[in-house]
């Protein structure tokens, strides 16, 4: 069984996640005694694609005539790469959702999202996977030729295991159906996908000119800034930080949610977090019920008291 990868880019630069999936190739591929094959689009350079060696990839194709957001076009892409009996590892990413599926029905192959765990069995590809936003943990078996597993954020360790890469480049076009016709980038921000640490807010900062202290915070820890649906549905802040069950769904090492009650909905989104901090002047928000630790506390008393003791965590 040979084992493919395919890495996801973001404005030609490999992100945490993609290095994940390296990742957890390499240390399947010793399992199977196999190599990793590494499969990328868009415009990337030569320095970037040798840094895949570095995780673990054996040899990484590119294609940097393929948009990376025609999920038609990557998948046909991935298709020729296959190789039988191939094991295809995907990052858990908007976009490869839409290739991950297309694949999937293309190849008769079996998908697992979410995926949780490494394949311990040679002669078996189990694994388990979260289900139900994040409340039930299934374990699944594929039973077909290919197999195609999507990682879920932040659950896999990323690990240097250098080897010597094959960097082979492919000018092979394929008419797209998509066309671009601007870009609206955050840079300089966190990415929520990927972020190790999130602080969010909701109603009870009471005015979008509240959120300098959560930006703040957020930034004195290295930390993405998030927000609750209502938040966002009301414009204080952009959607692309709306996490919840109709929002983005995230798995950091520490969640600090600020002024949000915790329904349902939003606690769909974040209670992978392997660490919930809630801070809330109700005494009775559901939060505190899923909450590891949490501060009854008015918020623009606590979080800037918070931000000083951090201040002074740094300094010294």
């Known amino acids: 069984m040979s084992i493919l990868v395919y890495a996801e880019s973001w404005e030609g630069?490999?992100?945490?996640?993609?290095?994940?999936?390296?990742?957890?190739?390499k240390k399947t591929s010793s399992l199977f005694q196999t190599d990793v094959k590494?499969?990328?689009?868009?415009i990337i350079d030569n320095n970037e694609l040798e840094r895949l060696g570095e995780f673990g990839a054996n040899k990484v194709v590119s294609y940097p005539n393929i948009i990376k957001s025609?999920?038609?076009?990557?998948?046909?892409?991935?298709?020729?790469?296959?190789?039988?009996?191939?094991l295809i590892i995907f990052s858990n990413t908007f976009n490869a959702k839409i290739i991950?599926?297309?694949i999937s029905s293309k190849l008769k192959a079996g998908l697992v999202t979410n995926v949780i765990?490494?394949?311990t069995n040679s002669s078996d590809i189990c694994v388990?996977?979260?289900?139900?936003?994040?409340?039930?943990?299934?374990?699944?078996?594929?039973?077909?030729?290919?197999?195609?597993?999507?990682?879920?954020p932040?659950?896999?360790?990323?690990?240097?295991?250098?080897?010597?890469?094959?960097?082979?480049?492919?000018?092979?076009?394929i008419d797209s159906e998509i066309i671009i016709l601007g870009k609206d980038i955050n840079k300089g921000k966190i990415s929520l996908s990927e972020a190790e640490i999130v602080v969010s807010a909701g109603r009870g900062l009471k005015a979008p000119e509240n959120w300098g202290m959560v930006e703040e915070l957020a930034e004195i820890l290295g930390a993405a800034t998030a927000c609750s649906k209502?938040?966002?549905?009301?414009g204080w802040r952009p959607h692309s930080e709306h996490v919840g069950q109709t929002g983005k769904a995230i798995a950091p090492n520490l969640y600090i949610a600020i002024g949000i009650s915790g329904a349902i909905q939003h606690l769909a989104g974040v209670n992978s977090s392997k660490v919930m901090v809630v801070i809330n002047t109700d005494p009775e928000a559901p939060f505190f019920k899923a909450a590891d630790y949490g501060i009854i506390g008015d918020a623009f008393e606590v979080v800037p008291k918070l931000i000083e003791e951090f201040k002074n965590l740094k300094d010294n």
């Open 100 to 102: 991950a599926s297309r």
């Open 117 to 119: 765990s490494y394949i």
């Open 38 to 42: 590494a499969v990328t689009c868009g």
């Open 154 to 173: 932040n659950a896999f360790e990323i690990k240097n295991d250098s080897v010597d890469v094959v960097i082979e480049v492919k000018d092979q076009k």
């Open 230 to 234: 209502p938040v966002s549905d009301i």
């Open 13 to 25: 630069k490999f992100r945490k996640n993609t290095l994940e999936a390296i990742s957890y190739a």
């Open 128 to 152: 388990k996977k979260q289900s139900f936003s994040s409340k039930a943990i299934e374990t699944v078996r594929l039973k077909s030729k290919i197999g195609i597993l999507s990682l879920s």
């Open 70 to 86: 025609d999920g038609k076009a990557v998948a046909s892409i991935l298709q020729q790469e296959v190789e039988e009996s191939q």
